[in-house]
């Protein structure tokens, strides 16, 4: 051997390298590359999430602990649900006397009216369509904001733009944003959820849409498949309790060291983590879902037993979501089961662009009930003034027809609404003009509506950031206003 290579090894002797500076520093690096490449996919799958960090205080005292989130993928026509057009029955099958936009097919026909009439409930007298006689009930606890607005018609931009405030993929989902601000209170479960039953398809856009992307991996939510053998995969136990955990304890040690080793990469935290959050798991997922502590009365309430398959995985998932949000979980996301009629596929069920009246009264059958429910169950469990429901599409659609009877994507002016968690019920916010088609008075957009959520969760959504790329990005990216006028 010779004198250098002894000087070499007498350096390395006295000054050894950590497993992060060997692998960083062997062959160019790819080493170091190839782990982060590996401890990237252990912790962005699509089972259960790493164990969050503890609670973490919010900015100011919240009016809500956590959200409910029920998407209407594909997008609801604002005009047939929460927000009447009598001009458009009056001039039924005219032209519409305005400029029109370019749509998704550009197969535009003449104004279509509501296959449905709109009637005045509640104390605050706000009129809802006979799409939705069960959410009428309840108009008495809806805000409603007439007046939002997107930047994309297409679905799978629409669906991001929704979800994280930007229309393509690599951003973190709002849910991610909300586990990120405050950490995780439950336990045993993780902060974000989204949940399945029914046959629900993943939307379009895929797991994305509810992913952590940049923020720490344990941000992202679960999935819980409320029909599978196993709702979250890989969560039951393969063996005695007890041994299981020795060898998680063995694990734990191992990995602990690696990370010390290796400077604390936040990554292998999450990763070792993971399996904590998933050992606790084993026994909170099965007891969340045995319904068999409810009573018969609060099932019928949603529609449980439903002989319809569709409203009743959904009536499941908005039973389950109140079960969830009691037990800790910051953020729960529903999702629609398909009916496949009108164009609305497996990822965009309210997407009607023919059949309107027999695609959205389907659809309306499905979720009309259980949600009307949810409502009135969280009310007399005295838990809705401290859980938001947000019920919103990534878009509505036109006033005039595509082809015969359909409607096509409209970005321009739609309804969404809120509920509980410090939300003003029977308020009305902002308008579209005579037939539905432009937001018209205070025009609102995605941004407002997330930076509305967030101030409810006791969160500034121009302080809630993460550097990333260079930049502080945050989920309402550089706009947002808080509506207040829809605080209670």
């Known amino acids: 051997m010779t004198r250098k290579n002894l000087t070499i090894m007498s350096h390395f002797q006295r000054h050894p390298l950590s497993r992060r500076q060997m692998l960083a520093k062997c062959s160019t690096g790819f080493g170091l590359a190839a782990l982060q490449g590996i401890l990237a996919r252990e912790t962005s799958g699509a089972g259960a999430g790493p164990l969050e960090g503890p609670a973490r205080p919010p900015h100011f005292a919240p009016r809500a602990k956590s959200v409910i989130f029920c998407f209407m993928s ?21 032209p519409i006397p305005m400029k029109i936009e370019r749509t998704m097919f550009n197969d535009n026909g003449n104004i279509l009216p509501s296959p449905w009439a709109f009637r005045q409930a509640g104390a605050c007298g706000n009129p809802v369509s006979d799409l939705f006689p069960h959410m009428r009930s309840v108009v008495d606890e809806l805000a409603i904001i007439r007046s939002m607005t997107s930047k994309v018609s297409a679905h799978a931009q629409g669906n991001y733009f929704l979800h994280t405030g930007f229309p393509n993929m690599g951003y973190p989902s709002a849910g991610a944003w909300v586990s990120y601000g405050l950490g995780r209170e439950a336990d ?17 856009g895929g797991i994305g849409l509810v992913g952590s992307a940049f923020l720490p991996a344990e941000n992202q939510a679960s999935f819980i498949n409320a029909d599978a053998k196993e709702a979250v995969a890989n969560i039951l136990p393969k063996e005695a309790t ?4 020795r060898r998680l304890d063995f694990i734990r040690e191992l990995d602990a060291s690696f990370s010390a080793g290796i400077g604390g990469e936040p990554q292998v935290e999450s990763a070792i983590q993971n399996y904590e959050l998933a050992y606790r798991m084993q026994a909170a997922v099965p007891e969340l ?6 009573t018969q009365a609060t099932k019928s309430l949603y529609g449980v037993d439903s002989t319809d398959k569709r409203k009743a995985g959904y009536a499941r998932q908005c039973l389950l979501a109140r079960r969830l949000v009691e037990r800790g979980v910051r953020f729960v996301e529903l999702n629609c089961n398909t009916y496949g009629i009108g164009g609305g596929g497996a990822g965009n069920p309210w997407d009607q662009h023919w059949q309107i009246e027999k695609g959205h ?3 309306a059958q499905q979720v009309d009930q259980p949600i009307a429910a949810l409502i009135k169950d969280l009310k007399s469990r005295g838990m809705l003034d401290e859980t ?5 599409g990534e878009f509505g659609r036109t006033p005039f027809s595509q082809g015969k009877d359909g409607r096509d994507h409209n970005p321009f002016g739609f309804s969404v609404w809120l509920a509980g968690g410090g939300a003003r019920g029977g308020a009305v916010y902002g308008a579209t003009d005579e037939y539905g088609y432009h937001a018209v008075e205070n025009i609102t957009s995605i941004y407002d509506l997330w930076a ?23 989920l309402t990216d550089v706009h947002g206003n808080v509506i207040h006028e829809v605080i209670a």
Do not use: C, Y
Not at 452 to 474: N, Q, Y
């Open 289 to 294: 879902l045995d319904l068999r502590g409810e």
């Open 388 to 392: 938001l429901i947000v019920w919103a």
């Open 242 to 245: 007890p041994k299981q955990r």
């Open 74 to 94: 594909g997008g609801v026509a604002a005009m047939d649900s929460f927000d009447p057009k009598p001009r458009l029955a009056k001039e039924a099958g005219q």
């Open 452 to 474: 509305t959520v967030l101030h409810l969760m006791g969160l500034r959504h121009t302080d809630l950031t993460f550097r990333h790329g260079g930049r502080d990005l945050r």
């Open 188 to 204: 045993n479960l993780p902060s974000f959820v989204s949940l399945r039953a029914g046959g629900t398809s993943i939307p379009i």
């Open 361 to 363: 009264g389907a659809m």
